[in-house]
Nanobody
Framework: QVHLVESGGGLVEPGGSLRLSCAASGSISSSHTLGWYRQTPGKERELVAKVSAGHDYVYGDSVKGRFTISRDKMRRNWYLQMNNLKPEDTAVYYC???????????WGQGTQVTVSS
C-alpha cells in the first residue's frame, strides 16, 4: 500500500513559479513510476510529467520547457518545479505512483494551483 500527499499549491501571477512536493509512505519502491497529473473541472486528468524506474522522463506537450520533475535519492519524495506559469495551467495537481506489475495507480489528494492576475 502506498499513500501520497501533495503540497505547495497556491495562487500565483502569470509568469511566476511554484514548486510542488509529493511525500510517499508505505511500500514505495524503485520500481514505481513517479509522476504528476492535473485536472480541471469537466476534463479528464492529464499527464504533466513522469519519470520511470529506468530514468525515462516524459512531459506533457503543454509544459515542455517550463516544468521539471525531480526526485530524491530515497524515492519517497518527488517534486514539480513549475516556471513561467500560464492561466491555462490552473488545475488541481495530483502526484502519482504507478506500479506497472500490478497495473495500479496511487494518487494524492490533490493541491490547487491557480494562475491569475
Amino acid at each position: 500500500q502506498v499513500h501520497l500527499v501533495e503540497s505547495g499549491g497556491g495562487l500565483v501571477e502569470p509568469g511566476g513559479s511554484l514548486r510542488l512536493s509529493c511525500a510517499a509512505s508505505g511500500s514505495i519502491s524503485s520500481s514505481h513510476t513517479l509522476g504528476w497529473y492535473r485536472q480541471t473541472p469537466g476534463k479528464e486528468r492529464e499527464l504533466v510529467a513522469k519519470v520511470s524506474a529506468g530514468h525515462d522522463y516524459v512531459y506533457g506537450d503543454s509544459v515542455k520547457g517550463r516544468f521539471t520533475i525531480s526526485r530524491d535519492k530515497m524515492r519517497r519524495n518527488w517534486y514539480l518545479q513549475m516556471n513561467n506559469l500560464k492561466p491555462e495551467d490552473t488545475a488541481v495537481y495530483y502526484c502519482n505512483a504507478y506500479a506497472s506489475w500490478l497495473d495500479r495507480n496511487y494518487w494524492g489528494q490533490g493541491t490547487q494551483v491557480t494562475v491569475s492576475s
